[in-house]
């Protein structure tokens, strides 16, 4: 699957690449996806849905610039940033991050846990909300400073390996 994403700040346009099961499409909200009540990648401007072989919302995918001098004194931590210091929902969980080896010495990916502990909209009126997790792929260039986050449902099949398995394989264009 390629999505391809805008510039952003300093960062230049970019595509990335990643493999999702036989059916499943990714669009833009704006091509007529709809997030589900999970609001997958919450918060994060450049999104677009994963949708699985029946049409159905299973995740995001999601891209931001980060600060390059953040990388260079706190590493990973400082690339996302961004995804773990948003209200209530953090993309980047970084005690549950494990990196997958490196296909290139531009860039790292790897796998973690997004967490969604509350949420400032109204999902909870009369849903009986509870924090959940759901397994997330991550990954960042050095030379364009930026990173994706690819979030997926806890209610996939497979979820957190189908997660790592991503992971293993992002490459940007």
């Known amino acids: 699957m390629k999505v391809t994403f805008p510039a952003a700040g300093s960062a230049s346009a970019f595509s990335v690449n990643f493999v999702l099961p036989e059916g499943w499409t ?11 009540l999970s609001d997958f990648c919450a918060g994060m401007d450049m999104r677009k849905l994963i949708l699985d072989e029946n049409g ?4 995001a995918v999601c891209a931001a610039e980060y600060d ?17 210091l948003m209200n209530h929902v953090r993309l980047f969980t970084e005690s549950n ?15 973690t846990s997004a967490y969604h502990e509350c949420t400032p909209n109204d999902w909870t ?9 759901n397994p997330a792929a991550a990954a960042f260039t050095k030379d364009n400073p930026v990173f994706v986050i690819i979030e997926l449902s806890n209610s996939v099949d497979n979820a957190a390996g ?6 293993e394989n ?3 264009e």
């Open 26 to 36: 990714v669009k833009a909200e704006a091509d007529g996806a709809s997030a589900s």
């Open 56 to 59: 159905n919302c299973v995740g």
């Open 68 to 84: 390059k001098q953040a990388y260079e004194s706190d590493g990973v931590a400082g690339v996302y940033a961004a995804a773990t």
């Open 97 to 111: 991050y494990h990196a997958v080896s490196e296909a290139s010495a531009d860039f790292e990916s790897g796998w």
């Open 125 to 133: 009126v009369g849903k009986g909300f509870h924090a959940f997790e």
């Open 162 to 167: 189908l997660v790592a398995y991503i992971a």
């Open 170 to 172: 992002i490459r940007f």
